[in-house]
């Protein structure tokens, strides 16, 4: 890790830390009687609301190609990714999507690796993922392995991860010509528009008073600014500096910092399983670091 890029390497930790604990406000939101569906809206229309007075002015990409991109990031990096996961939680075990999401580091990578040429593997890149992702089972399962196979749900959790990684090869192509600002701000807009068929087949519920109270206006706050806003801004800036397979190994964290979580504010127990299982993740990651050779050609930039 080199000390110019350590900052990025914190953003992308920071930023899972964050992403991390997203479960329990959406879990709250639901409970409390908001749907998949309204809570994306809600957090992306809050997003993207915050996020119009720090981007550029700017209305249209450069061409209608680079538009459709972006169109597609927003509809693989939002509306497909999120309606997918929530729905796999309903259908299936929340053990069987996690671990099913925590491989998308691997994923990513070999698709990653089959499209640019550049990219190479080496045997401390398979080491340690293959060190994290049982680190992973082992935080997820937790001593107790019950796998229940749900064939939609396991499906659903699945595309989710292709869709998140259909999103993070467009988001490099398109952060080699436009600032992520721009980029993060269109992701917002076409996740809004993208998610429309879904209201017209699940009908929207605007229940003012339900908006209204503390406890689902501080998880939408939470949601939409800091977690949406803030943290996809400084995922693709972690991507553009650090490249993919570097950044999406920290999804590996994903199920530790879940798992923290819920022992802080539900005050549920960590087992020696779950304490090495984390020695595992933490030992996973750090073998990684070095497991990618990267060969970048400087590009001319369009600021917006």
């Known amino acids: 890790m080199k000390n110019k890029n350590l900052k990025y390497h914190i953003l992308a930790i920071i930023t899972i830390c964050i992403w991390g604990t997203t479960f329990i406000s959406t879990k709250v939101l639901m409970n409390d009687g908001l749907s ?14 915050c996020i119009w007075f720090f981007s550029p002015k700017v209305i249209f990409s450069k061409n209608y190609k680079d538009e459709f991109l972006f169109l597609l990031i927003g509809l693989f990096g939002g509306t497909i990714y999120f309606i997918t ?3 796999a939680l309903k259908l299936s075990l929340t053990s069987n999507v996690s671990l099913i999401l925590s491989t998308n580091p691997i994923v990513t990578a070999f698709f990653t690796i089959l499209i640019n040429k550049k990219e190479k593997v080496t045997k401390n890149l398979v080491y340690g993922s293959l060190l994290a992702l049982f680190g992973v089972f082992l935080v997820i399962f937790n001593g107790s392995f019950i796998l229940e196979i749900n064939f939609w749900g396991d499906l659903l959790a699945l595309t989710a991860v292709l869709s998140w990684t259909i999103y993070t090869l467009i988001l490099n192509k398109l952060s080699n010509t436009y600032s992520i600002l721009f980029i993060t701000r269109k ?3 076409y996740g809004i528009v993208t998610i429309i068929p879904f209201i ?5 519920k605007f229940q003012k008073d339900l908006l209204l109270t503390p406890t689902v206006i501080f998880n939408l706050l939470f949601l939409g600014i800091i977690a949406s806003m803030v943290c996809f801004f400084t995922w693709n800036l972690s991507i553009k500096k650090i490249g993919i397979i570097k950044t999406t190994n920290y999804i590996y964290l994903v199920p530790l ?13 960590i087992t020696m399983i779950t304490f090495l299982g984390t020695v595992c993740i933490l030992s996973g990651v750090y073998v990684s670091e070095n497991g990618v050779t990267i060969k970048r050609k400087t590009k001319l930039k369009y600021n917006n």
């Open 36 to 49: 998949p569906v309204e809570i994306f809206l809600y957090r992306f229309l809050l997003a993207y609301i």
């Open 85 to 87: 996961e929530n729905i």
């Open 187 to 189: 992701l917002f807009f």
């Open 200 to 204: 017209l087949i699940a009908p929207f």
């Open 257 to 269: 910092i879940a798992i923290i979580s819920a022992s802080i504010i539900l005050k549920e127990r």
